[in-house]
């Protein structure tokens, strides 16, 4: 029998669905917070930028307006006072000194002594405009805005300011700080609801899964079918309040395909049942003819011997032999007889244990007279006869039956071209890595390498028409599977066909 060999296919990787939902959520989240921090940097920093800015020019066109006339009369006393006072009006004010004309510093807030490094980092401006730019003082670790304010454009001389951003800096790590605290309560939210969410889907997925792949044979026969649900034990009380949705649905097709996939096999068992019959009908109403003879000989050996007795009926002795040969006779012909109904009888679907040699005899004293009208040599060779085997004993005699039938009838097909030709069958057993291996053998006329791949097809008939019903290879073959068997097929077209029928012991 030519086997089917499914294709490779190469394994994917597998990710739950609960872990892709995460995966999105955390990309999502990520992109997300990512965004809104650079936009929210942008933003506060820029806004923040602009009001120091604004600042620093308020405070800058102060000391302008109110130093000018302390410069031009060398009023010391006066612009140190003016520098303390504008630093001490806003704590943003890092630094304010004041170069008079010649660029020599005459007022600053500085403590200690005036760092000289600072005039050496901004150009003064020569025109009336106000020049910004950003420093780090050295050892500060502070980024500065100095802002650089000429006086009556630079001939009085100038004025600094150097403002702190540090306010800014914190400003916007706070603001990130509290989004980024939104954001991670908004992760470990999402992660709660992509659980909840990933469990009212995959869970039923999971079940519908499971349960496709525990769907075998021996569950349909045993009506133990299993059924989905989206939710099990108390949870599925407590949603029931929930309205349906496509996952519902799909559970519901689901349930109804498993009914029609039982009732579906119900079916098929049954029309199983009746073509098994007929194939088996079909073979009885082959061997009609050969039972005839089978019974009509001994039929006519007993009234030989009754009209014998009834020529000498006071001859005790010979009526005695008479009377042992009818008793062999009937009891030919109750073998027969009950061979045939036996094996006509509808099967019962339990297995019990048996022996090979037992199903065997069975089928060669079906298909005895048959045989010999042909001259067929049948022979056995079992490694053990009595060899026990649980199995369904009507049906395998069936297939015993079937399969000596087919090559009684390669053999009579090549007897039509070679009268001469003396055909043989051999029927053996050995047991094989806890399996018996049953071969049955024939020279007959074998199959034809086109018509080798068909012979399994239902109705497919290499016979006569009216010979064959193409059937007893396809039941044969059901009836294997069912023991959990199988039957295989090798053939040299004119030399013979060798059947191997394999089961577990």
Known sequence: MIKYTPPVVKKKLRIPLFWKFAIGLVIVVGLFGSINIFLLHRIIYSSLEDELQQRGLYISRTISERATDQLLFDDIVGLNRLVNEMRSIDASVEYVFILNRNREVVAHTFEDYFPAALLAIQEMPYSGEISTMHIQPQGTGKVVRDIAVPLLDGRAGYARVGLSEDHIYRSINQAVTTLLGMVIIFFFAGIGGTMAFSYMITQPVKSISQIAESIDLDAIQKKKVKFAYRYHGALKKSMSWLPDDEMDTLIGKFNEMMNRLQ?????????????????????????????????????????????????????????????????????????????????????????????????????????????KKYQITITQDHQDPFIKINANQNRLEQVFLNLLLNSIDAITEKQLSDPGFRGNITISSRLENKHLRILIEDNGTGIAPGQINKITDPFYTTKNPGEGTGLGLPVSIGIMKEHGGDLDIASVYGKGTTISLTIPV
């Open 263 to 371: 009732h579906a096999y119900d079916e098929l068992e049954t029309a199983q049942k009746k073509l098994v019959q007929s194939e088996k009908m079909a073979s009885i109403g082959s061997l009609a003819s050969g039972v005839a003879h089978e019974v009509n000989n001994p039929l006519a050996g007993m009234m030989h011997c009754i009209e014998r007795i009834n020529k000498n009926p006071e001859n005790c002795s010979e009526i005695l032999k008479y009377m042992e040969l009818m008793q062999e006779a009937a009891t030919k012909i109750e073998r027969v007889i009950k061979g045939l109904l036996s094996f006509a009888r509808q099967p019962e679907q339990s297995f019990s244990v048996t022996e090979l040699n037992i199903m065997v005899e069975k089928a060669l004293l079906l298909a005895s007279h048959k045989s």
